[in-house]
């Protein structure tokens, strides 16, 4: 089994969801364990300038052993996994020689992970990929983009025959919540441009994604026994079922695609006196993500105005906004990535990334910062797969980049 398999089926062993209740960084304690152990095979490797910082932040350097100056690249990768599926006791699973049918992930909760359902499971026919058992989310997302860059960082340090400029490589906690990069240094990273190593599937080089937001809308009701309850009970959770009704049915995750925005709804909860329904809001074009926030701002006032002034409260707050503004005036460095994945034999798809990525957030934070694939499907459920010929395929596209770099 090759290094970079090792590595990524060590890594998601460390159970490092994130969790968006905490207030901490990293959010959960898993984080830093993982981190701790990044830092001590950095160390082992070495690489210079090794550091984990108190929010568990990872950074090292491999120095050039060029005899003239290029450009610093850094490669980023996120450790956290997402908080919408258990990401503990990660039971990996490894299907060789894969049939191009349905798979059984667990035969005693009858779990399949079925052809009809994630058709692109066909174009791995033949190949190897690493799966869940059912219970858990896999990881891949991004513990792949881990594994990739330590085992190209690791294949450099151990063949200094081969010329490079300066790599510098930095691992974040909490991306899953939108805080990955709230602690980055990026003046102590100090490059002059980087990738995250955590796109989907093989092939994809993104610099677009969503302006996004979130917002927690409250509601508040009056509880009275239901024996004598008309005309004087107001149901908070109808009020908040009536506000899900307004907003357009056909503006969600599972009926758009490409450059088509969205409303999310995230999370739901409550009871007579009080209900609250959390959604994230994204889209591309700037003007129509503002128009989406104005929207749910009118909405909340217009209920207001219906149930009383006090009734409905928002919390509304940016999180991270569309990198292209900042990636096009050197998108160079998009070139340089998709001309490193055809010499190694990959079919570049450049795309929007429908979510977002510490790339887009440090691309604003004066880092620019295009997306990578990492070989995933799936990312944050049961059915999550990674095909072990990606990841490798994702390894060699970081040597040809810095082999590209090298040579400018």
């Not at 294949?155 to 980055?184: M, N, R, S, V």
């Not at 909340?300 to 009734?311: I, M, P, W």
Request: overall charge negative; some cysteine; glycine content about 8%.
């Amino acid at each position: 089994m090759n290094t970079v398999v090792n590595k990524f089926l060590k890594y998601v062993k460390f159970d490092t969801e994130s969790d968006t209740e905490t207030g901490l960084t990293p959010s959960t304690p898993g984080q830093m364990v993982l981190a701790q152990e990044l830092t001590k095979e950095l160390e082992e490797m070495g690489l210079e300038n090794v550091s984990l910082d108190p929010n568990g932040y990872v950074m090292a350097v491999l120095p050039s052993n060029l005899d003239h100056e290029v450009p610093t690249v850094g490669f980023v990768a996120h450790m956290d996994t997402s908080p919408d599926f258990s990401g503990k006791h990660v039971k990996p699973q490894i299907w060789t020689d894969y049939n191009g049918e349905d798979i059984l992930l667990n035969e005693e909760q009858n779990i399949i992970m079925k052809v009809a359902d994630f058709p692109e499971l066909k174009q791995y026919k033949g190949q190897t990929i690493i799966t869940t058992d059912g219970t858990t989310l896999l990881g891949a997302d991004d513990k792949a983009g881990v594994a990739e860059i330590m085992t190209a960082v690791e294949y450099l340090a151990q063949h200094p025959e081969i010329k490079h400029g300066p790599i510098h490589i930095g691992f974040t906690p909490d991306e899953e919540i939108g805080q990955g990069a709230d602690f980055f240094d990026v003046r102590k990273f100090a490059a002059d441009f980087a990738y995250t190593l955590d796109g989907g599937e093989i092939g994809e080089l993104q610099y677009e994604n969503f302006n996004a937001a979130f917002a927690k809308i409250s509601f508040k009701g009056r509880n009275v026994h239901p024996g004598m309850a008309k005309d004087k009970m107001i149901n908070s959770m109808l009020i908040a079922n009536e506000f899900i009704g307004r907003l357009p049915q056909e503006e969600v995750p599972e009926k758009t695609e490409n450059y088509q925005g969205f409303y999310h709804l995230i999370s739901m909860g409550g009871s007579v006196e009080n209900s609250n329904l959390q959604y994230i809001i994204r889209d591309f074009d700037m003007s129509a993500y503002q128009g989406r926030k104005q929207f749910i701002e009118g909405l909340c006032a217009e209920f207001c105005k219906k149930y009383g002034e006090d009734s409905v409260s928002l919390e509304m707050t940016d999180q991270y906004f569309n990198m292209r503004e900042k990636v096009e005036p050197v998108k160079y460095i998009v070139d340089i990535a998709e001309e490193a994945m055809k010499q190694v034999g990959v079919e570049p798809m450049i795309i929007p990334i429908r979510g977002g990525t510490d790339g887009s957030r440090l691309s604003y934070m004066g880092l620019p910062c295009p997306n990578i694939f990492a070989g995933g499907h799936n990312f944050h459920g049961r059915f999550e797969y990674v095909p072990i010929e990606s990841m490798e395929k994702a390894v060699d596209v970081i040597l040809k980049v810095v082999e590209l770099i090298s040579k400018r």
